[in-house]
């Protein structure tokens, strides 16, 4: 079985920056796709970042292009979302997920196998 641990939410102004982490118990080499969500209450669950772990390509939604960047570690076998410039429509639980194949729409929650429990990120104006 597989575990996906979020880190490093938290609460910051507008215009600040935070580094989440999401730690794979194991296999995250074996993964080909990964990415975060975020969802706020009352919203649905969106697709903020994807990285195919393989290639190390990646893509983002268009709200948070230029101010986020996913990246992979994969010997520390964890995945990191930088945000800068947060406002607080960046306010939500996020979480990361993991996929065995290639997800092509990759904004698509019901396509991948794995979730982490989330993490709260809370940006005040």
């Known amino acids: 079985q597989v575990q996906l641990v979020e880190s490093g939410g938290g609460s910051v102004k507008a215009g600040g920056s935070l580094r989440l982490s999401c730690a794979a118990s194991?296999?995250?080499?074996?993964?080909?796709?990964m990415g975060w969500f975020r969802q706020a209450p009352g919203k649905e669950r969106e697709g903020v970042a994807v990285i195919y772990v393989a290639g190390g390509s990646t893509d983002y939604a268009d709200s948070v292009k230029g101010r986020f960047t996913i990246s992979q570690d994969n010997a520390k076998e964890t995945l990191y979302l930088q945000m800068n410039s947060l406002n607080p429509e960046d306010t939500a639980m996020y979480y990361c997920a993991a996929a065995w194949r290639y997800v092509g729409s990759w904004a698509r929650w019901d396509a991948y196998d794995y979730w982490g429990q989330g993490t709260q990120v809370t940006v005040s104006s």
């Open positions: 194991r296999y995250m080499y074996s993964f080909n796709t």
